[in-house]
């Protein structure tokens, strides 16, 4: 669809927006690369390490005084619209779980952070003024998530205290880990395995018959027993195995070309796995609180919900499967399925409008039984959304800080989107050109690694590698060498160990350690180095050398449009919130938070160390 301008609020920016781009219609983009921009601002995603400034820790500090807006202390606003000191906390909040166990850290750049923050207020200011946020989809997206939101906000206070039954726990955990211990045989001939079973149902020894087998050369068997898994056995054999009960032999299973197979059911084993028992732990906590969650939308019902049965038993006569059947009329029914207290009565019409959701294809293609089946369960769905949404309100949860600023944040998000989809993306454009430029710039990216043949001899000495190494350059075989150099350090010996060892076939020349790429950076096949390398000291024989091998242009070139697209996307996301921040007044109360980078912060971008009082 076309965005018309004359919906368009007037604003200073909305201005800018027009003069720019006055043939806005929008066009396929790169989703993931619009979603990857609004994480990266919303999340302020950059390195971490452990310092935080004075503010971020709740208090504020004498070097940093802040003023405070509606009770809550203020880093920044944007055009009067604050950025809490909590808002900041928890940007940086989001870096510490992103960057949990990296090894390093430099310091954080906490500029930054705020400019991202600023930047997603700018862009769902101009977001709004220009209208994104009337979009259908943007309302009924922020409709349903309002509504989720809610009930799951309502519905955790009743699941806090579910507790996984320790009996369920160890039900689920041996069905996770259980393993069967089989003793088995395959033959390749049906008759032979037929002849086997017989004798194994006149009472005569199993392992005896499939030992006989064996020593024949007629089947191949295992008459130990091994512990099996189901996902590993043949799918006919875990079929038959799930049915048999210790000490059971199955009947011959066809299981595969040529491949009869018959087994014994010795026993079962369930070993220990501490990843498995906290799976089993989570499902068995989610079914204690499924039970609640029903438990407790029922005794909301029976409180708060008037069902007209006569209504309900008329849709259950109605053949939806029908070609007769009119979807469109239904929808516009208005008899009364229920009412619910408080709240808006489900009407025959709202069941029909999510029956056309789901059966999108046309019911006509479903069986009418399963159609009567998924009817009763939309109703169930609606029923308890209704009365969820209305407790919540009558306990206040669309009161609630937490709920008003979850509602906010994704909000925000959905605009940022909507804004980078709609706004940006448009004019984001990248041609074949460019991309054989990028490629030709960056070959290297697109090859396949180099890879080496290396011998190695080890040495505790440098004079003795240096001797071995002189060796091979007087044209002596590597394998003469290896044979009569002294001073080597064979497999095993004393000081031996944590040897390198390189294999003896093809390797990455990546995965040698750097030292080791160094020494032969340049060299051919046929050249050797010495190498140092923990103590010890290698003389390395590069026997085998493939260099690299571009792949083609036409292999890769989806690849390369893709992070040409990104880099331009990027940029041209840059200059839109440069011009954003030209347009609506910004405002930093700490200059130690001011970015330092003047063509993007604008005219507009003043900074203050001044302790003030603002009210709403």
């Known amino acids: 669809m076309n965005f018309s301008l ?21 066009r396929k983009a790169l989703v993931a690369v619009v979603r990857a921009a609004a994480a990266a601002m919303i999340s302020a995603s950059v390195v971490l390490v452990l310092g935080m400034p004075a503010f971020a820790s709740g208090a504020t500090a004498k070097t940093h005084k802040l003023p405070v807006i509606g009770g809550k202390d203020v880093v920044a606003t944007v055009e009067g619209e604050p950025i809490t000191v909590d808002e900041f906390n928890q940007a940086i909040g989001m870096i510490h779980e992103k960057m949990t166990g990296e090894k390093k850290a430099t310091p954080i750049d906490y500029s930054r952070i705020l400019d991202r923050l600023i930047a997603v207020k700018l862009v769902g200011l101009e977001a709004r003024n220009i209208g994104l946020d009337d979009l259908r989809e943007v309302k009924d997206f922020m409709k349903a998530y309002t509504t989720k939101t809610l009930i799951v906000m309502e519905v955790a206070d009743h699941l806090k205290d579910a507790k996984p039954d ?29 002849e086997a079973k017989k004798k194994m149902a006149a009472k005569k020894n199993f392992e005896k018959v499939v030992s006989d087998a064996i020593k024949k050369g007629i089947a191949q068997g295992d008459i130990k027993g091994s ?16 049915r048999m009960k210790p000490g059971q032999i199955s009947p011959v299973i066809p299981a595969g070309v040529n491949n009869y197979v018959i087994v014994k059911l010795v026993g079962f084993a369930y070993p220990k796995d ?8 989570r499902d068995a906590l989610q079914y204690e609180q499924v039970k609640l969650y029903g438990a407790y939308v029922s005794q909301l019902a029976k409180k708060h919900v008037k069902v007209h049965k006569d209504v309900m038993k008329a849709l259950d006569k109605i053949d939806y499967a029908s070609k007769k059947f009119d979807m469109a009329k239904f929808m516009k029914d208005k008899r009364v399925l229920a009412d619910v207290d408080g709240a808006r009565p489900i009407t025959v019409g709202d069941l029909g409008a999510e029956m056309d959701k789901y059966f999108y294809h046309g019911t006509d293609k479903v069986a009418n039984k399963k159609i009567l089946q998924i009817k009763d369960k939309l109703f169930n769905d609606m029923l308890a959304k209704r009365l969820l949404v209305e407790q919540a309100r009558k ?15 994704r909000e925000a998000g959905v605009l940022f989107e909507e804004f980078m989809k709609r706004v940006v993306a448009p004019d984001v454009k ?25 011998r190695s001899m080890a040495f505790a000495k440098r004079q003795d590698a240096m001797t071995a190494a002189a060796m091979l350059e007087k044209g002596d075989s590597y394998g003469w060498v290896k044979t009569n150099a002294a001073g080597q350090l064979p497999k095993g010996a004393k000081g031996a160990k944590g040897v390198l060892d390189f294999g003896g076939g093809l390797i990455t020349f990546s995965s040698m350690p750097e030292g080791a790429q160094k020494a032969l950076a340049d060299a051919k096949e046929g050249d050797n180095r010495v190498f140092a390398y923990s103590n010890l000291f290698y003389v390395l024989f590069l026997e085998k050398n493939v260099p690299p091998k571009p792949q083609s242009f036409d292999t890769v070139k989806e690849d390369i449009y893709k ?19 030209k347009a609506y007044k910004v405002r930093i109360f700490d200059a130690s938070l001011k970015l330092d980078e003047p063509a993007v912060s604008g005219g507009k971008t003043e900074t203050t160390q001044k302790t003030e009082t603002i009210k709403k």
Request: some cysteine; aromatic content about 10%; overall charge positive.
């Open 395 to 409: 306990h206040g949860v669309d009161k609630a800080e937490k709920y008003k600023q979850m509602v906010a944040d």
């Open 227 to 242: 512990l099996t898994k189901p996902e590993k056995m043949l799918m006919p054999v875990a079929e038959e195995v799930s």
């Open 6 to 26: 004359e919906t368009h609020k007037p604003s200073a920016a909305g201005r800018i927006w027009k003069s720019t781009c006055l043939d806005f219609s929008p």
């Open 563 to 581: 992070k040409v697209y990104t880099q331009k996307f990027n940029q041209a996301a840059d200059v839109w919130i440069s011009k954003l921040k």
């Open 430 to 454: 990248v041609g074949l050109a460019e991309l054989k430029t990028y490629y030709k710039g960056h070959i290297g990216d697109f090859s396949s690694p180099r890879m080496v043949k290396v």
């Open 274 to 281: 501490p990843a498995a028992m906290k799976r089993a732990q």
């Open 166 to 194: 320790p009996a369920l726990v160890r039900k689920i955990y041996r069905a996770y880990v259980k393993q069967y211990k089989l003793e088995s045989v395959d033959f390749k001939v049906k008759s032979f395995a037929d």
